[in-house]
């Protein structure tokens, strides 16, 4: 019968890893076999055993078996041996055979319920189609070069030549290892050939070329490809699973700029490395943030790029390091539990040193002409092998590489643009690419670069284009246009802003990527550069400055959808990225905005109320003063109001509606002394009267800062920890509390009246003793 997707995949698509049970019914949408990634060895050689793996949901199946012929049908019992995410892991061992062909396809069984799978997906029945290994000709092996015992395995992908040899240091660059013909492909096996070694493609006509598909290139010489094992590296990090879209905070990293200027783990090269990110992974872990989103990290021209003009869409950039560094990189962050998503580029390639053009000497990978965007060439998306060429590259970096998930680059572009013809094929692309991140990595997440706020491009495929989630174009517009606005000295929209913090279109909740300021706004090569220097070009760490930016940015941290911040953001960073690194100085000269930054990200992260999806209500728009309010509450039975104020103007007294009746409390103040501020506003705890107010039965006198951000938390569960955590209610005790309350008492702030008497004394500093030697449960 015909399975539709089961409670486990929908569950494992939000991130949660839910077990299927065993009810007589296999979930089609978790089975997945990738012949040339799930063997062992990948390319099996001269009849050799071979070990079949294959994913199915967890606890989906009662038993499972590989169906192998080699002119003899046979079954091999398979096991669960690992678990990935939502997915059971399964292995079955096929033996050795004298044949020169073998086939198999996977049978998989849930009680009464029998299925399999083949290459051309699940069915009822044995399917018609089977992985084949052909040990004479050696087709099963994939594209590229793949080690094997005492050699390596090349393909590549050339029609138009008629011969084709291996050269490189494995035999001093001479033509005596040609490969076959095969079809349009040329495959074949190389003695001695193994990792780390140069090579490149000879094609009949003299046409020296670059594996299409090598996962390292050397630039510096000739652009010779690198064969590499994948199987190589020791991974110290099992078993990640991304949090979900829903709970994430995303960090824009872009490698090359992110390490080693001014910067207390020590110096780097320029550009930064991976490893170098690898060592400073405790800063963002300080930071709080689960998410990293890599500027692309593909093979560009040159030593220094934001990413956009790359060469391939297989080897990661030499640079920056070796394909060992990059797995490096992303074993160490996954170590200190976030996720790591790259931003891809699929539309186009650089216009110089671009080798897949005219790659066997005529135009297989471009039109001709060729069509033209506004950043390179498209790509021939009508071509199959074209499309296999990118969608193949997935189980590449979320397989091998371990990664979590995509940006895609100019999604319009390839999918509904004026700029190309090729509409449906890239549709065909996309759609590829989701389903099958959908079916194999349904724990990871791929975010669209779209600025249409349409519910085409987060739709279920196959009517929309699949993506999970995409760029929330209007909020941006709107959050971007109120802060500069007040900068230039005008009145900010704030119906406008009111009106995006809900989600826009399909960009609502887990599927809006919401920002301020990402690569785009702040990169001089676009002619742009950080807010802060735009505000103030003089004096970029400015009140003003620092107010807007953290304001602007703590909307996007709490408003309704998945919030990311670019590299920098959380020190005030006030130079661009890519030609400048980032300056590891300002985490100390802005140590109030970094604390910010982290106390809030914390809130966010861990408080459900907070996270994507949970409910949100503007109530409060004062378009004369430039104010709004917009309560946040979910499961956890919190419930958050959040105050801005888009002004330059003080509010001592303001009247606010609260929804609910009681005490509250200032969580974040970005005026708070501790953020960097002055201590203008609200804090600690406070009541509300009973006087009707903004559609609520009660209302609250509050003191607003200018440029003010402030997040206020219901009682009881504003206290956190207990009521000596006053200094950063977040569940720590600390010396900041104990200096908190100090100053509180000194003061007599509403903080320090720790019995609500009224009246600061002995009894206030004994409950705030008790309390702090009580400890946080």
Same mark, same amino acid.
């Given at each position: ?10 569950g ?10 065993h009810?007589?019914? $296999?979930?089609?949408d978790?089975?997945?076999h990738?012949?040339w990634?799930?063997r062992?060895?990948?390319v099996?050689?001269?009849g050799?055993?071979f ?19 080699d ?8 096991? +669960? ?6 997915y ?5 061992s096929?033996p050795s ?8 396809v ?5 009680g009464?319920?029998a ?9 009822d ?15 099963? =092996? ?9 050699g390596t ?7 138009s030549?008629?011969t084709?040899a291996?050269?490189g240091? *494995? ?12 079809g349009?492909?040329?495959v074949g096996?190389?003695?001695g050939?193994?990792?780390?070694q140069m090579y490149?493609?000879? #094609?009949s006509g003299?046409?020296?070329k670059p594996d299409?598909r ?6 510096t ?6 064969? +590499?094992?994948?199987?190589d ?14 709970q ?5 990293l872009?490698?090359g700029?992110?390490?080693g200027?001014?910067d207390?783990? &020590?110096?780097a ?5 991976y490893?170098d ?11 709080g $943030?689960n998410a990293?989103?890599?500027n ?12 956009y003009?790359? @060469?391939?869409?297989?080897a +990661?950039?030499?640079k ?9 990189m ?7 539990g976030?996720a790591v ?10 216009g ?5 053009w ?5 135009q297989?990978?471009y039109d001709?002409?060729? +069509?033209?965007?506004p950043?390179?060439d498209?790509?021939?998306f009508?071509d199959?092998?074209?499309?296999d060429?990118f969608?193949?590259? @997935?189980d590449?970096f979320?397989?091998d590489y371990?990664?979590?998930g ?5 999604? /319009?572009? /390839?999918?509904?643009?004026g700029w190309?013809?090729?509409w449906g094929?890239g549709?065909t692309?996309?759609r590829?690419?989701?389903?099958h ?5 349904a ?7 779209q600025y249409?706020?349409?519910?085409w491009?987060? &739709?279920?495929?196959?009517? &929309?284009l ?18 500069y606005a ?5 009145s900010?929209?704030?119906g406008?802003?009111?009106?995006t913090l ?5 960009s609502?909740?887990s599927k ?6 990402? %690569?785009d706004?702040?990169?001089?090569l676009?002619g742009h550069?950080?807010a802060v ?5 003089s ?12 304001l ?10 998945v919030?990311a911040?670019?590299?920098g953001? =959380?020190?005030l ?5 890519e030609a400048?690194k ?9 140590a109030?905005?970094f604390? #910010?930054?982290r106390?809030?990200? %914390? ?17 409060? $728009?004062n378009?004369?003063?430039d104010? /709004?309010?917009?309560g946040r509450?979910g499961?956890?039975g919190?419930?958050y $109001?959040?105050?801005?104020n @888009? ?6 007294q303001?009247?606010?509606g ?9 969580l974040?103040?970005?005026d708070a002394?501790?953020y &960097?501020? %002055? ?5 600690g705890?406070?009541?509300?009267e ?5 559609? *609520? ?7 607003i ?8 938390q219901y009682?009881?569960? #504003? ?7 006053i200094a950063?209610p ?6 900041a ?7 509180? *008492?000194?003061?007599?702030g509403a ?5 609500g008497n009224g ?8 409950a705030?003793i008790?309390?702090?030697t009580?400890?946080?449960?």
């Amino acid at each position: 019968m015909l399975k539709t997707l089961g409670v486990c995949a929908l569950g494992a698509m939000a991130g949660h890893a839910l077990a299927a049970t065993h009810d007589n019914n $296999v979930e089609w949408d978790g089975l997945s076999h990738v012949g040339w990634q799930d063997r062992s060895p990948r390319v099996p050689m001269d009849g050799e055993a071979f070990v079949v793996r294959f994913q199915a949901y967890r606890g989906d199946l009662t038993s499972a078996s590989a169906l192998w012929d080699d002119g003899t049908s046979h079954a091999a019992a398979a096991t +669960v041996v690992a678990t990935r995410g939502p997915y059971d892991i399964w292995q079955a061992s096929i033996p050795s055979t004298a044949t020169t062909t073998l086939s198999y396809v996977i049978e998989a069984v849930d009680g009464t319920d029998a299925d399999y799978l083949g290459p051309s997906g699940v069915r009822d029945n044995p399917p018609p189609d089977a992985w084949t290994l052909d040990f004479a000709t050696l087709t099963h =092996a994939p594209y590229g070069s793949t080690p094997v015992d005492g050699g390596t395995v090349f393909r590549v992908w050339a029609p138009s030549r008629s011969t084709c040899a291996v050269r490189g240091e *494995f035999n001093n660059w001479s033509t005596a290892n040609p490969i076959a013909k095969v079809g349009e492909d040329f495959v074949g096996f190389v003695p001695g050939a193994h990792a780390g070694q140069m090579y490149k493609y000879y #094609f009949s006509g003299g046409i020296w070329k670059p594996d299409a598909r090598a996962e390292q290139l050397v630039p510096t010489d000739n652009y010779n490809s690198v064969i +590499v094992d994948q199987d190589d590296y020791a991974w110290q990090t099992q078993g990640f699973s991304p949090a979900p879209l829903e709970q994430m905070v995303v960090y824009q990293l872009h490698v090359g700029s992110f390490s080693g200027r001014n910067d207390p783990h &020590g110096s780097a090269p320029n550009p930064s490395r991976y490893i170098d990110v690898a060592n400073r992974v405790d800063h963002l872990e300080e930071l709080g $943030v689960n998410a990293v989103m890599l500027n692309p990290i593909n093979e560009f021209p040159g030593d220094f790029s934001g990413g956009y003009n790359p @060469i391939s869409a297989w080897a +990661v950039e030499s640079k920056l390091g070796t394909v060992d560094d990059f797995k490096a990189m992303v074993d160490a962050l996954h170590g200190a539990g976030i996720a790591v998503l790259l931003d891809i580029v699929w539309n186009h390639f650089a216009g110089n040193e671009n080798y897949l053009w005219n790659y066997d000497g005529t135009q297989i990978y471009y039109d001709s002409p060729a +069509v033209s965007t506004p950043w390179g060439d498209q790509h021939d998306f009508d071509d199959a092998n074209v499309r296999d060429y990118f969608a193949d590259s @997935i189980d590449l970096f979320l397989g091998d590489y371990r990664l979590d998930g995509y940006r895609v680059d100019a999604v /319009m572009a /390839m999918t509904d643009s004026g700029w190309t013809p090729q509409w449906g094929s890239g549709q065909t692309l996309m759609r590829r690419l989701n389903d099958h991140v959908d079916n194999r990595f349904a724990d990871r997440h791929v975010i669209a670069e779209q600025y249409n706020d349409d519910t085409w491009t987060v &739709g279920a495929t196959p009517g &929309g284009l699949g993506f999970d989630a995409q760029y929330h174009n209007a909020f941006k517009n709107a959050i971007r246009a109120a802060a500069y606005a007040e900068a230039g000295g005008g009145s900010p929209n704030m119906g406008s802003l009111a009106a995006t913090l809900d989600g826009t279109g399909g960009s609502v909740g887990s599927k809006a990527l919401n920002y301020f300021e990402l %690569h785009d706004d702040a990169w001089p090569l676009n002619g742009h550069q950080r807010a802060v220097t735009e505000w103030n070009p003089s004096s970029p760490g400015s009140d003003e400055s620092r107010g807007l930016q953290t304001l602007a940015n703590g909307l996007t941290l709490t408003a309704k959808g998945v919030p990311a911040i670019l590299q920098g953001t =959380a020190w005030l960073e006030d130079e661009g990225w890519e030609a400048n690194k980032i300056d590891w100085s300002h985490k100390t000269t802005y140590a109030g905005v970094f604390a #910010f930054y982290r106390d809030l990200i %914390h809130l966010r992260t861990s408080k459900p109320s907070l996270w994507a999806d949970s409910p949100i209500s503007v109530y409060h $728009v004062n378009e004369g003063g430039d104010v /709004m309010a917009f309560g946040r509450w979910g499961d956890d039975g919190r419930s958050y $109001v959040i105050v801005a104020n @888009i002004s330059n103007v003080a509010y001592p007294q303001y009247l606010l509606g609260l929804p609910r009746a009681g005490a509250w409390g200032v969580l974040i103040n970005n005026d708070a002394t501790q953020y &960097g501020g %002055h201590g203008v506003g609200t804090a600690g705890m406070f009541q509300t009267e009973a006087v009707p107010r903004d559609g *609520f039965d009660q209302r609250a006198t509050l003191s607003i800062p200018a440029y003010g951000f402030m997040v206020l938390q219901y009682d009881p569960e #504003f206290q956190g920890c207990n009521a000596a955590d006053i200094a950063d209610p977040l569940g720590t005790l600390d010396l900041a509390d104990i200096a908190a309350f100090t100053s509180a *008492f000194i003061a007599q702030g509403a903080a320090a009246d720790i019995d609500g008497n009224g009246v600061w004394d002995l009894g206030d500093i004994g409950a705030f003793i008790e309390a702090f030697t009580g400890g946080c449960p």
